[in-house]
């Protein structure tokens, strides 16, 4: 097996020029074959009528009391040392108890006598019925018919030496075509296999061009394609050369996407170390004045309240960070029936005394919306969208909440009249770490985990949270499964 890996060419160019010239030789012997077979049995065959023919001759001849092949009757069997009428090469012998005689026609007329072993071969022919094959010593080959009349062994032959090299020459001659056929072919095949395949050689030139390319870090970018001539999906080759681009296409969205998470974490680790570092400051600074030998009970306390919201404000970022971490590990969340109706009087109650100068609203039916889930994460999600709209509108917008029931599912949506979200940040606005303002000041609001956090749990509840923006309205829908 390895030794015919070996003998098969590797390259697909030289696999399907040997494939070509591999047909040609076989169609080619075997037209050659099969002309000389049939040319060998038509030739064969008129040499059989002739032998047929003159023997028949020959014995009619005899029965009759006349001359055979010209001669006539002697004492002791026929004479016949004339043959005007036999065909050239014909051989003519009798062989009787007492007497044997035989000749050949040499040409003109002439004959040529036969000798005492070469009629003794003769005599050893047994009577056929159809012409039979034989070599004779000094003659060659010869087709012979063998008969006996009124004790006489007749025996006809002709000589089947010029079948033989007509044959020959057929055969030399079929080979060589053959060749110089397999010749041409693989001159042929070479040129153009070699055009056929040129397409799937740009194809691969495009594939090594982008495997060249640094794709271990950073932003790749727009990466070669094949050209739009060899993705016709009609032919194999623009086949294979349309999946590439596809792959392509994925290749760089996946490396865009990856590009966007190196983005992302470092921005996360420069928001992280922001929001963690200003309440470890305060609680550092705080605990050191509160330590003061000339610090009074009144401003302990004190101390200890700032220290107490600082710590709160850090476990409120650690807690959503771990909460992310466990809906991408897909984590279940709990299962039970949610009145939503609920939730949005207790967050819009809770945003009212936050933010008593905007105005906010409700529009409610009159039966409750329940869906299963998790109660406190669906507050969770809620209470991120009042935030949000609190956040970034300005004092007095209208906030308006909405929750209604219908056959594709229950669907809670916050809006409201302020200016909008930017359309640059629309694309991104639900990934981690995103925020309207890329500055880190504290009134720009969190670590930009609210909406991704509140996304992340629609998910998880089989639903989906979506935002419609224009400036002076603003929709946040979070619609789930009933």
């Given at each position: 097996m390895t030794l015919v890996r070996r003998l098969v060419p590797a390259s697909l160019t030289a696999r399907l020029v040997a494939t070509v010239v591999l047909l040609v030789a076989l169609v080619g012997l075997l037209v050659s074959g099969l002309t000389t077979a049939a040319l060998s049995n038509r030739l064969e065959g008129q040499l059989d009528k002739q032998v047929s023919d003159t023997h028949d001759r020959d014995v009619h001849a005899l029965q009759s009391g006349m001359p055979i092949g010209g001669s006539f009757p002697g004492p002791d069997g026929p004479d016949i040392r004339d043959a005007r009428s036999q065909g050239e090469g014909t051989l003519t012998a009798y062989v009787t108890p007492t007497a044997s005689a035989g000749?050949?026609?040499?040409?003109?007329?002439?004959?040529?006598?036969?000798?005492?072993?070469?009629?003794?071969?003769?005599?050893?022919?047994?009577?056929?019925?159809?012409?039979?094959?034989?070599?004779?010593?000094?003659?060659?080959?010869?087709?012979?018919l063998v008969s006996t009349v009124d004790g006489v062994t007749l025996v006809t032959g002709v000589p089947s030496q010029q079948l033989e090299e007509t044959i020959t020459s057929v055969v030399v001659w079929g080979g060589g075509f053959t060749l110089l056929a397999v010749a041409v072919a693989g001159g042929i095949a070479i040129v153009v296999v070699r055009r056929q395949l040129r397409p799937l050689r740009e194809v691969a030139r495009t594939a090594h061009e982008v495997a060249g390319l640094p794709l271990e870090t950073g932003e790749v970018g727009m990466t070669a394609r094949v050209p739009a001539t060899l993705t016709d999906e009609r032919t194999e080759v623009g086949q294979v050369g349309s999946a590439l681009n596809v792959l392509l296409g994925h290749m760089e969205s996946s490396l865009d996407a990856r590009h966007r998470s190196e983005q992302q974490v470092r921005q996360f680790v420069a928001d992280a170390s922001h929001e963690l570092r200003t309440p470890l400051a305060t609680i550092q600074g705080y605990a050191e004045l509160g330590l003061r030998p000339d610090a009074d009970p009144e401003r302990v306390l004190h101390v200890l309240d700032k220290v107490q919201a600082e710590s709160r404000r850090m476990t409120s970022l650690v807690e959503d960070l771990l909460l992310l971490a466990r809906l991408d590990a897909g984590r279940p969340l709990a299962r039970e029936d949610v009145d939503l109706t609920h939730l949005v009087l207790e967050a819009v109650g809770d945003a009212r005394v936050v933010a008593p100068d905007h105005r906010w609203k409700l529009d409610l039916g009159d039966e409750a919306v329940v869906v299963p889930g998790d109660a406190q994460r669906l507050h969770q999600v809620l209470a991120n969208l009042l935030t949000n709209a609190r956040r970034h509108t300005p004092a007095g917008t209208t906030v308006t909440v909405s929750a209604w029931r219908s056959a594709s599912g229950a669907t809670v949506a916050v809006h409201d009249d302020g200016p909008g979200v930017p359309a640059d940040l629309q694309p991104t606005l639900f990934e981690r770490f995103t925020r309207g303002d890329s500055s880190r000041t504290r009134d720009s609001g969190g670590a930009g985990l609210g909406l991704s956090l509140a996304h992340a749990i629609a998910v998880a509840h089989g639903g989906t949270l979506t935002c419609l923006s224009a400036p002076g309205s603003t929709t946040f829908s979070l619609t789930l499964p009933v």
């Open positions: 000749l050949i026609r040499t040409g003109r007329g002439d004959t040529q006598q036969l000798t005492d072993a070469q009629l003794s071969q003769l005599g050893a022919l047994p009577e056929t019925r159809q012409p039979i094959g034989k070599e004779i010593a000094g003659l060659g080959d010869y087709r012979f």
